[in-house]
């Protein structure tokens, strides 16, 4: 990915979602020819030249400061995750290279223990590029068996862009698609020479009408927290409650859980998940020892 070009749609796609009212201004200069803030405008708003804030937008910008950058964040109305973004673009950091992204994700023994503990509560860790590190018997009961999936394929993403089953599963499945692409843009400002991710884009945009068109709108959201509604093929209807949590020492990797409200209908869809998985477990270990005997 291209920082400067990314740096150029994403305050194009910025500025083109506010109107001269929206920001105190007066709208002037008769028939505008693209939809929201003139240049002129934003760089009035931010107030900084319009000069600079055009070589800003174009990628051409150099030791760009704090304020303006501030100012421009400001003009623009941008979230906390816009802002720094913004800030990854406009000033690239160490960590955001392609030899950073390359090292390996490895998952802490006492992660995947604790995640082993939590026995109604799904949960998984996800890494850069929302691949799915580690998981529990109950996030694959839920969300699908991870363990037969490729590991290159074994990705959040890629599962919900191109997995057609992430369709039936998701009740929402429009807004887990938006959050995903929002958050994997996340990852790209971070990471934008990072090969596996470009490749990772490349497919899904090649593959997916929705991806191509859902990574246009430049939106960018940080990990995040709601509630996601399923439909479960053995289940039903669940409503649970979804929470990430970042791990310390190493951003790039969060432990996402799911939890039903106490005493609700999905709570009791909830435990029957959790002992029809572990049925499903000891089933297929008993299927693997009566292969062994056969041997």
Known sequence: MDRSTELSEFLRSRRA?????????????GRRRVPGLRREELAQ????????????????GQNVSDAVLDAIAGALRLTGAERSHLNKLARPAARGTGRGAARPQRVR???????????????????????????????????GDFAAVPAQRRNMAWMIFLDPASRELYAEWDRKAADIVALLRMHAGSYPDDPALASLIGELSMKSEEFRRLWAAHD???????????????????????????????????????????????????????????????RGAGEREAVRDQQ
């Open 17 to 29: 979602r506010l109107r001269p009212e929206d920001v105190g201004l007066t709208p002037f200069g």
């Open 45 to 60: 708003v931010a107030g900084v030249s319009v000069a600079y804030y055009t070589r800003l937008e174009q990628g051409r």
């Open 109 to 143: 023994p006492a992660v995947r223990n604790l995640l082993d503990t939590m026995d109604n509560v799904p949960a998984y860790v996800l890494g850069r590029r929302m691949d799915i590190l580690a998981w529990n018997r109950l996030a694959a009961a839920l969300l």
């Open 220 to 282: 960018v959201r940080d990990k995040c927290y709601g509630v996601k509604k399923f439909h479960h093929p053995v289940v039903g209807g669940l409503t649970l409650n979804c929470e990430t949590l970042v791990l310390p020492q190493d951003p790039d990797q969060s432990v996402v859980t799911y939890h039903a409200e106490p005493g609700s209908p999905s709570a009791e869809s909830l435990r029957l998940l959790a002992s029809w998985s572990l049925d499903a477990a000891g």
